[in-house]
């Protein structure tokens, strides 16, 4: 009987431990596309500082 419930205590931590992967995942996941968009944003405004400088200049 003992044995029965320290089998599903296991189990428990187990599925937790996997929903707890599935969550570090998706956070992974999210700080990756908000870097992307960041590092896009950044290039996009240098290009428009960039045109913005030549046109100063002409």
């Not at 009987?1 to 929903?19: C, D, H, T």
Request: proline content about 0%; glycine content about 6%; hydrophobic content about 45%.
């Amino acid at each position: 009987m003992a044995s029965n419930r320290g089998q599903g205590g296991i189990q428990q931590l187990l599925v937790a431990e996997q929903e707890a992967q599935l969550i570090v995942n998706a956070a992974r996941n999210e700080t990756l596309i908000r870097r992307k968009q960041a590092k896009e944003e950044a290039e996009s405004r240098r290009k428009l500082q960039r045109a913005v400088e030549i046109l100063v200049l002409i």
